[in-house]
């Protein structure tokens, strides 16, 4: 019988710098970068949501550099740091920081959840995201079959954060996907998942 716990993959964001100094990951309301906004912070907080309905679960904080290396911390190692900060033990969380954009988390991850047997996956973004990372795993050769392989589950961490919270994101999630920052983020999507299907995507 297999006892292998459940893991939840954060795909890493983007990051600001808040006035006393410090990184952290980015709220809808703060400028992400020249696409639009991002949300990432609901990553993290939806995490710890799942991670309380069961705390058998643990966490990989996916994320390295970014475009702007040797400027800030890696990004995962944020991530971890605000999940222990809303109460994820230390031990439950593992760091992938090799990573530079979306293609190469989903590489990366591929490598770590083929040195374990019958992994169980929950890959946790924003909504906004989620179809360009579909549409990496179903045409990329190179990740198709695996992901294929071990059927991950994918949720977006608005969903997650509506059910465990509703009178609390509701209307923060609404207001994000109705500005049109938002929505030249949903347009950069679609080109990007567009050049994915026609093979142009810059993937690395």
Known sequence: MNHQPETIVILGGGLV?????FFRTINFEESGDRAGITGDRLRV?????LYQENNQRVIVASGGQGFIAGEHPNISSVIKKELVQLGVPEGKITEENMSNNTYQQLLFLKDLFSRQAAAKVIILTNKWHLPRVRAIIKNNQGLKSFYNGIKPKYLAAERVLLKHNPGGWREIIKSAYASEAMRERLKLEKQGIKQIKNETYKYE
């Open 17 to 21: 710098k808040d006035p006393a100094g």
């Open 45 to 49: 907080e939806a995490a710890h949501c």
